[in-house]
């Protein structure tokens, strides 16, 4: 089954202390993406990644990282999180044929909570 | 820039149809459609790559007007199951098809019995 898979779905923690978000995808696609969602604020790209070793950062990149020395995934790094990257985040994968726009495929979503 | 949809809400009885525009003071170079229901994943519903393009699927339509920088989304004889938050979707420039796409703020669709 063609899917983008992300670990954990639920995740607490507290100021400062590192963590990651893994996300895969098993359909060979260039294109990953990692999203954060907040109320009325609708979906804003952290980072990007066009292919392996190659991404750029999106809307909101500070306080994140990310690396990608696979095709298949793509993990987002939080070095040291604060109480403003509380949201709901998501991993989303697509294709680039023949030079044309394609969909995104998202992954079931990350809660993540920082006191 | 974040394109603007409108309306930001509508409550629609089932059977009824909606309208939610997608526009961009920025050129538009594809459009994407996504529904998102309460705590799930985004679900594509379709792409518009050129100007003047109209896609359907059921009830479900969408219009690319590249010269007015809009794009419609038509939900016809809306059913319970449309309900959700619609969110469209543009890459950032041409160059950016493929992977950079900043997203609306969304439109909440409620449909009632």
């Known amino acids: 089954e063609a899917q983008v898979t992300q670990n954990p779905r639920y995740l607490i923690t507290v100021t400062g202390k590192k963590l990651t978000v893994t996300c895969s995808q098993n359909?060979?696609?260039?294109?990953m993406s990692w999203y954060r969602q907040d109320p009325g604020l609708g979906l804003r790209q952290i980072y990007y990644?066009?292919?392996?070793?190659?991404?750029d950062k999106g809307d909101v990149p500070e306080g994140y990282k990310v690396s990608r020395k696979e095709k298949r995934n793509f993990p987002l790094i939080l070095e040291s999180p604060s109480p403003n990257q509380t949201s709901l985040y998501f991993c989303?994968?697509?294709?680039?044929?023949?030079?044309?726009?394609?969909?995104?495929?998202f992954g079931p979503g990350t809660r993540l909570t920082v006191l | 820039q974040q394109p603007v949809q409108s309306p930001q809400a509508v409550i629609l009885r089932e059977g009824e149809d909606a309208v939610i525009n997608c526009s961009s003071s920025?050129?538009?170079?594809?459009v994407h459609w996504y529904r998102q229901k309460h705590g799930e994943a985004p679900v594509f519903l379709m792409i518009?790559?050129?100007?003047?393009e109209q896609k359907g699927h059921e009830k479900i339509s969408a219009s690319f007007n590249e010269k007015k920088q809009q794009s419609s989304l038509y939900l016809t004889a809306s059913q319970l199951s449309y309900s959700g938050t619609y969110f469209c979707?543009?890459?950032?420039?041409?160059?950016?098809?493929?992977?950079?796409?900043?997203f609306g703020q969304g439109t909440e669709l409620s449909v009632k019995p």
């Open positions: 989303a994968s697509s294709s680039f044929l023949d030079g044309l726009d394609s969909e995104q495929f």
């Open positions: 518009l790559l050129k100007g003047g």
């Open positions: 990644s066009m292919n392996v070793e190659v991404t």
């Open positions: 920025k050129a538009l170079y594809s």
């Open positions: 359909m060979n696609h260039e294109y």
């Open positions: 979707g543009t890459p950032v420039s041409v160059l950016d098809q493929g992977g950079k796409l900043i």
